[in-house]
Every structure is written in C-alpha cells, then in structure tokens.
C-alpha cells in the first residue's frame, strides 16, 4: 500500500460505495487528477448498502432528471459488460384501478423522458414471467432496457477503484474512518483521520448512510435517513441450474403490494438458486439515525444489515404468496434474510453539490445504485464546470432552508417518503402532513377563519382557495366545471377558479408571504448584482425602481427568475419560495469569487407581501392610502415602486402582475402586515388563494415559473423573455447570450397550447396535472428538437376565463408555428392539442401588462 499522502487535489470519503467509485472514474474522466479516497470499511465496501443492494434498474419516474441519470446509468453499466438487460415488469391486480392507472401514468412520463415503457396484457406478463398468477393481474408496464447490474454492484465499484488507481491519479485506502473536516476562514483545507491528516482543496462525502455523520463535523445535516428495507430469500430454486445467468427471468414490481420479485439465477453464482423477495414498508417505516448504526464488530451480518423477525413481513408476504405461489413452496431462508438499510431523503432528491457553510466541501449522498454513475457525472461536471448539462436544481443541497435540516424535521419528512417508496400512486399536488405549519404569515389566522385550504411551500402555509367563497361557485357556474374524475380534482378545490373569475371582474388580494427576500448592501451591491443579472441595474437612474431579470449560467442557460428593487442603501432580491435559498447562496459564493464586497442578508422573515389585482385595484387602494396621487397612472406606472401608507403603517408599493391584471405587490413589514391586510379587507377586498396567482390567472397570462418553464437546458431567447437590447455591462454567460441571439433561429420555443378536446374515452371531462408528453399527430411520437431535447409539458391548468385546459411545452422550432396541431398523452389517452401562442403571447391581457416572474 502507499504511503499516505499529506497533500492531495481531492479527498474522497466514501470511496468504496457505487456513488464514490463513480465519481472518482468520472473525476480522471474530467481530466482531475491527485485524488485520494478513503473508506471507513472495505473497497470496495462491505458494508455500506452497494454490499446488498438488490442492484435493480428501473427509468420509470415521473421527473426528468432521474430518468436521465438512470438511463445515463444503464447505458455506463452496459458499456462495462456489467448489465443483464432482462427487462422489467410492474403489475396492476385486479381491482387495483389506482395502479393501473399509475402504470399508465409511468408509461406516459417514459414518452415525455425517453424510456420505452409499454403497456401488455396480463398473458403477455405471465409469458415474461411464468410465476405470475395471471389471473391476479388486469395488466402490466414492460420497460425492456429495466435490468440488474451484474453480478454486483459492489463488483463495479471495486472495478473503478482499481482502474482509477492504476492510472497513477487516485491513491485509495480502505478502513480509514474520516474523524474531523479541516475548515479555515469558511474553506475545506483538509480530512483528519486513523492514518494521519490530509490536506485538500476539495472534499466530497458521499459516504451514504454515514452521510450526515460527517456533515455533521462542519455543523450542517443532510436531510436524509437510513430505513430498513426488508429483503427476504427462498430456495433453493434450480430453474437456470447450468445456465451461468446471474438472473434468468425479468424483474418484477408489485408495487400495489410494496413489493418487488427476482430469480438470482444459477444456483452456482455466488447468490443463485434462490428468489429474492424485498418489501417496503407502508405502514411504520422503522428509520435509524446514522449515530445508532452499529460498528462492524457489533453486527450479525453488517452495519447496514438488520435482523429480520419474519412476524414484520407475514401480512404482504402471504398477499405475495396470491401473486407468486412459488414463495409459499419454497423454503424461507431465514439466515439470508435481513433488513438492508437503504436512505430515504425529506423530498424524493439526494443531497448534492457544494455545503452551504463551507466552501469546497461536496456531498453526494441518499442515491442509488440505478442513478450513482449518472448522478456522478453531474457532480462532477458541477465541479468541474459550474454547471451540468440538465438542469440540478431538484438535487442542489442549496435547496433546503435551515429549518429543513432540523432533526425533527428530517425526521417527520423521511418518514413519509419512506412510506411511499413503493406506495400506489403519488399524485403531483402531493401535500406532505409532517413538517407543516413551520413558518406562517401575519394574516394565517385571519386565513383560517376564512377556511383557507392549505398547502404548503418552502413551509409556508399557502392558501389556495377559500371557503367563505364558495358561495361565488353560484355566480360563476356556467364557467367553473365539476372535474368527475378524482385524479384531475385531487389536492384542488374548485371555489379557486370562480376566485379567479371574481378577481379578474373587480379586486382580489393574495398573501405572497411565501416569497424568499435577500437584501444585498455594501461598496459592491451594484456591481455584485449588474454581474449576476442580465437586466440593468447599476445607474442612479434605476434606484427607486423594481427590474424584472434572471441570472444565466456560462453557457446561457437560464438558473434564476427574480426582482431586484434598487434602494438607495441596498438591492433587495424578490424570489420564489422554492427557489429561495438556492439563489441566496448562488449569491454569497459568486461575491466571494468574483471578490464584491458585500453583504447578504436573509430577511424573508422580516418582511411580508399582500398582492392587489384586478381592474378595481387602483381606485380601491386609492380609497385606503394617505396619498391616493401616489397610486395615480401618472405617477405609478408599470415597474415603479411607491412608499404609501396604510393603516398608519409603511408600505412599499411595487406595480408588478403575475396574473395579468392592474395591481400591485405590498411590501411591509412582517409586524405591520396584519393592520394592512385588515384594512384592505375593510375595503371589501376578496381574498383569493395562490391557485389563482401561481397557476390558472399565471397560465392565461402565459407567464414562466423558474425550476418548470425556466431550466438551465434553455435560454433566454426559447422562453421568448430576452430584452430588445443586451447591456453594455459585463454578466455572467454574457458572451454565450450573444451567440445564442446571433442564431438565425433558436432550436425550440417555448409555446402557449390548449387542449381543443379534452373528452376522454368515457365521455369524461379531463383537467391534466403532471407533466405530459407532446406528440406528433401524425406519428404519435415525441417531439425530440435538433439538440436532442424532448418536448413535455412543463405548466399545465385550466383557465376559467378562455374556457381551456392550457399548457407551456417548448417546441422544436418546425413545430413552434400558430395553429400547429398536436397531442399530449395523459394517463394513456391522447388528447388533441394546438398552438395557441408562440413564445410568450397570453391568451387573455385585458391590460398589456409587461411579464413578471
């Protein structure tokens, strides 16, 4: 073994898992080199969860980037020689509709992410799978590339280690616990551990159930946690006796029952002759905090390996017994057995990209086998680049406040995903029930008494309709459907469209408490923001003004969708929940490396926001300000921002829409905002819920949401919001907007559509949620553009007022013409669809009102 360094480039910690040995291949792959990895156990290990992961590969998820990065995966694998592409099964039961339509659901997201996922009868299944009982199932999804890493991949792992060290560029040593990070002036200098210390400019973690343990050293937590995954084995089965095959028949889900099923093939391989059963558990999901795992001294089989009392499995595994009769001949192989630690997340994505305390620090951490090699190309492309080649925001340790890594909240979250990792379907409005009720606006009770129907973002409590204006479904009947089928109406309360009809007939206020503010002061606050955004902001001409822009990474793409307000002192930032935290550390290291002497405050907390709207909200605000001059068109025209004053208290009054209507954004204090909101309440101002702002008045409007419209696959040109001119200051991916407008055409456009019939098969009405493919009307295929990008509908709702079920979907250019018909395929029907607006041309402006994101 070689003598361990003092010096290294990067330090791997974890080093033995898929994930790590993947990123060190991709690492030398990316031209790095002076690399050491570590591992507290073996490499590759024996006792992380590569050691007994079931190895499976499915690109069945409803979200793009993890399609991606499974297929990216599957095809790494493969190239290997390391693949047994034997296809998978998931089965519907019989009357199990909920599941039948959710695999129908699957095959359409495969349309829209590139998977080729089909539907088959339930002969075709049993044929596939000649242990089903077919007369148990209605039918089955058939995903053929589904397959198993073989033998292992813990095999791979050890591959890639090996590989990278014979390269001269990685020193690996095993059994080397990482005991303390080394952090100076907020920088990652170094890992202490049993054989000495290592000095380093990098640090990735992905130690994965250990994770958090080392995160921990630097004061953050990973919202992650460690839960038992039941994994059960009967035998002997000699079916493939003589064949050499690590798996001979294809894989199998029976996700209704949270359970999936294989053959581990030759009884010679070294786990053959056996099928292997794991379930997940529905009901109490038993998690572990990392600190409880026992040490490799300690356990029966390994850390991450539990007994198994088969009492906890008895009742899914006789309804098993229904599908797969087999398991009930076979003899159970208790010493096999075990519950395999595995990690569920707060949110559904790992944990990845830079800490957000300490510089140079990386975490890869919560992914699985079927996604570890692609999401390692994306953190190292990260690392590498500064940015990936798909859009990362849904992994981006950015992401979460501080409240979401709080034990207590990790907690809570973890066990709800844990208790759906196989759960019949997860609808894509989705609430969570645990960690709620965190941060609330100054008017929340006023909201309860409303019977305000909650959902939650970047936790906040978020109306989206109220009951005390259900008596409003009367006036608007004639324009409010009853949405029959459940699925459409699921998580939507239907007094939201006729608010948003009686907001767009006379006045309505939201509470927009949710929006995460960050102000931004000192001797460089101009130039930090004139570099980070593509609109103007330096000039004492722009003071006293709110300037709708974006931040754009180097190659263009577009990364953020904001308002700055130029104060005199300091430029406040006005973004999206979601986004929030994401943008406010995106800040901090872009000051830091580009040396701006800034300061960067979160003050979301500080302040609240009420949003006026409608043709009436000029002359009803003028009715209950000091000043009503100030509100005048003359004196308070489109992005202006006025100080007025009401209820005695300071208001900054921003002329902004985000729903196509007359109005304005109320900047107060957070101790203020109740005083406020009741005096526009005494004014007889509706309250409507975010329903209405963030989605049908939004969508009527056709106006962008950053992480769905605006991703960093696409710039600034495609989602038709680049300005007439580009401004003589310098920004980041300056020079890439340029080429990018030079372009005798853009390869997509982002595109208004509207369903023309959306009459299913039944003679039911249909209200598409979720993401749907666009097709070809002729050919029924996805629309794929020259750059190789897939068309999907990226925002899709109902708007009451044009009478349509309306969605945004960048087209390829051929495509993106007015009038063009096309398809979307929702839940396994197609549906008629038409361009309705190229680029961004609303389908109902009574005010021309600029776009505001």
Known sequence: MAAFPAQAKVVIVGLGGIVGASIAHHLIERGWDDIVGIDKSAIPTDIGSTSHASDFCYATAHDFLTCWTTLYSIDFFSKRGRYEKVGGLEVARVGDDDRMMELKRKVASGKAFGTRATMISAAEAKEKFPLLEEDQIQGALWDPDAGLVAPRSQTVAGELVDEAVATGKLKSFANTSALDLIVENGHIKGVKTERGTIMADKVIVCAGLWGRLIANMVGEDLPVMPVDHPLTFFGPYTEFEGTGKDIGYPLLRDQGNSAYMRDTGDPKTPEGGQIEWGYYEEKEPRLCHPRDILEKHEARLSPSQRDLPIEQIMEPLERAMELTPILGELGYNENHSFNGLLQVTTDGGPSMGESQKVRGLWYAVAIWVKDGPGMAKLLVDWMTDGRTVIDHNAIDYARFYPFQTTEEYIEARCTE????????????????????????????????????????????????????????????????????????????????????????????????????????????????????????????????????????????????????????????????????????????????????????????????????????????????????????????????????????????????????????????????????????????????????????????????????????????????????????????????????????????????????????????????????????????????????RRSFTTSMAFGPTIGKNIALAYLPHDYAQKGTELLIDYMGEEFPMSVAGVGYEPLYDPENLKPRS
Not at 579 to 587: E, F, S, T, W
Not at 602 to 607: C, F, G, H, N, T
């Open 417 to 788: 995903t844990a208790m759906k990792i196989y759960n019949p379907a997860v609808h894509p409005r989705e609430p969570f029930a645990g960690g709620r009720g965190i941060r609330r606006s100054p008017f929340y009770e006023r909201e309860v008494e409303l019977g305000g129907y909650f959902m939650e973002l970047g936790g906040w409590e978020r109306a989206h309709g109220y009951a005390s204006n259900e008596h409003l479904l009367d006036k608007w009947a004639d324009k409010v459907p009853v949405r029959e089928n459940e699925w459409d109406n699921r998580h939507f309360w239907r007094v939201s469209n006729a608010e948003h009809l009686e907001m767009s007939d006379n006045v309505g206020m939201v509470n927009l408490s949710h929006f995460a503010m960050f102000d931004v002061s000192g001797p460089d606050r101009v130039a930090l923001m004139e570099y980070a955004c593509v609109a103007k902001i330096g000039g004492d001409n722009m003071i006293g003004k709110g300037i709708y822009t974006h931040f754009l990474d180097d190659l263009g793409g577009v990364a953020a969708d904001l308002t700055v307000i130029r104060m005199a002192d300091r430029c406040r930032v006005i973004d999206g929940a979601d986004a929030g935290p994401r943008d406010y550390h995106y800040l901090r290291r872009l000051a830091e490396d580009k040396g701006f002497d800034v300061t960067i405050e979160d003050v979301s907390e500080q302040y609240t926001t009420i949003g006026v709207w409608g043709p009436n909200a000029r002359e009803t605000l003028q009715k209950i300000i000091s000043d009503p001059d100030a509100l005048s068109e003359e004196n308070a025209p489109f992005a202006s921002l006025r100080q007025i004053e009401i209820a005695g208290k300071s208001v900054t009054a921003l002329r902004l829409s985000y729903v196509g209507e007359q109005g304005w954004e109320l900047h107060m204090k957070y101790e203020d905002g109740l005083a406020v909101w009741d005096a526009i309440r005494a004014a007889d101002v509706m309250p409507f819920g975010v329903e209405t702002y963030a989605n049908t008045r939004r969508m009527e409007k056709s106006l962008r949401l950053q992480n769905a419209d605006l991703l960093t696959e696409y710039n600034l040109i495609e989602a038709d919001l680049a300005r007439p001119k580009v401004k003589e200051a310098d920004f980041r991916g300056k020079q890439a907007y340029l080429d990018i407008r030079a372009r005798d055409h853009q390869p997509a456009t982002l595109c208004t559509l509207i369903v023309d019939d959306n009459t299913d098969s039944h003679g039911v009405a249909r209200y598409p949620v979720g993401i749907c493919p666009v097709l070809d009307k002729d050919t029924k295929q996805t629309l794929v553009d020259e750059l190789g």
